[in-house]
C-alpha cells in the first residue's frame, strides 16, 4: 500500500468547473511534488515544494494552482480547465535537501487521480 | 539540461526467462539512477536505484548495472513472474535532487505465463 493519499481516484469537470486534488502523506517527508501523466508516457513535474514553500514551477498554466497548507498536506486546484488536461495527476514525495536524514533521493507516488475534462 | 533514452518500448517474455531493459544519459553530471515499476491503474513505485560510485547493485531477482564512462545503466530481471509485467521507467538526476528527475519514456513488460 502506497503511504502517500490521493483523492479523488477519479474526477470529471466540465472546462468552467473548479475543483481540487488533495494529496497526504506521514513520512515525514518535507518535499513533495505534483506530476501530469498521459496515457503510455512518464511523468512530466509540474510543481515542487520544499519546506512547504513552492520552489520549482515547470511553466504550468495558471489554471493549475498549487497549495501546501503544512507539511503533510498538498493540493492542486484547478480551473477553467481544457480537454488536454485530462490525465493521470500524480502526488509524491521525498526527503527534501538539507534534512538530517539521509537523503535517499526515493520519490514515494500516490496512486494518483484520473482527471477527465468535458 | 539531461536526456534519458530507454530502449525497448516494449518487451515481451516467457514465464521464467530473464528482461533486460536499458537506458543511456546524458548529463555526465547525473550521479542518482532509479527505476521504478508502474502497475495498471496505480504510481510508480521504486524498486531499485544505484548510485554513480557503485557499478553494480542485486536485490533477489533485479539487478542494475552503471557503467559511467559510457552513460548507460541497465534494469535486469532474472527467473521473470507474470506478475513481473508493468511499464517500467528509468530515471536519472543530479544529487539525489528527486524531484528534478528525468526519466525515461517507459518499457512495457509482458511476462507469458
Known amino acids: ?118 | 539540461g539531461e536526456n534519458v533514452e530507454q530502449h525497448p518500448s516494449t518487451l515481451s517474455v516467457q514465464e521464467g526467462d530473464s528482461a533486460v531493459i536499458k537506458c543511456t544519459y546524458s548529463d555526465s553530471a547525473s550521479n542518482y539512477f532509479p527505476w521504478y515499476k508502474q502497475e495498471l491503474g496505480k504510481g510508480p513505485q521504486l524498486i531499485i536505484d544505484i548510485r554513480s560510485n557503485v557499478g553494480e547493485k542485486k536485490d533477489q531477482r533485479i539487478a542494475v548495472t552503471l557503467n559511467k564512462t559510457a552513460k548507460h545503466f541497465s534494469l535486469h530481471i532474472t527467473e521473470t513472474q507474470p506478475e513481473d509485467s508493468a511499464v517500467y521507467f528509468c530515471a536519472a538526476s543530479y544529487n539525489t535532487n528527486a524531484g528534478k528527475s528525468t526519466f525515461g519514456d517507459g518499457t512495457t513488460l509482458t511476462v507469458k505465463p
Open chain 1, 1 to 118: 500500500d502506497t503511504e502517500v493519499t490521493q483523492t479523488p481516484k477519479h474526477l470529471v469537470m466540465g472546462m468552467t468547473n473548479k475543483k481540487s486534488l488533495k494529496c497526504e502523506q506521514h513520512m515525514g517527508h518535507r518535499a513533495m511534488y505534483w506530476y501530469k501523466q498521459k496515457a503510455k508516457k512518464p511523468p512530466e513535474l509540474m510543481f515542487v515544494y520544499s519546506y512547504e514553500k513552492l520552489s520549482i514551477n515547470e511553466s504550468v498554466p495558471s489554471r493549475f494552482s498549487p497549495e501546501c497548507p503544512n507539511s503533510s498536506l498538498l493540493n492542486l486546484h484547478l480551473h477553467a480547465l481544457q480537454p488536454e488536461d485530462s490525465a493521470l495527476y500524480l502526488c509524491a514525495s521525498s526527503q527534501a535537501k538539507g534534512e538530517l536524514a539521509a537523503n535517499t533521493g526515493e520519490l514515494f507516488f500516490g496512486e494518483g487521480s484520473r482527471l477527465t475534462v468535458l
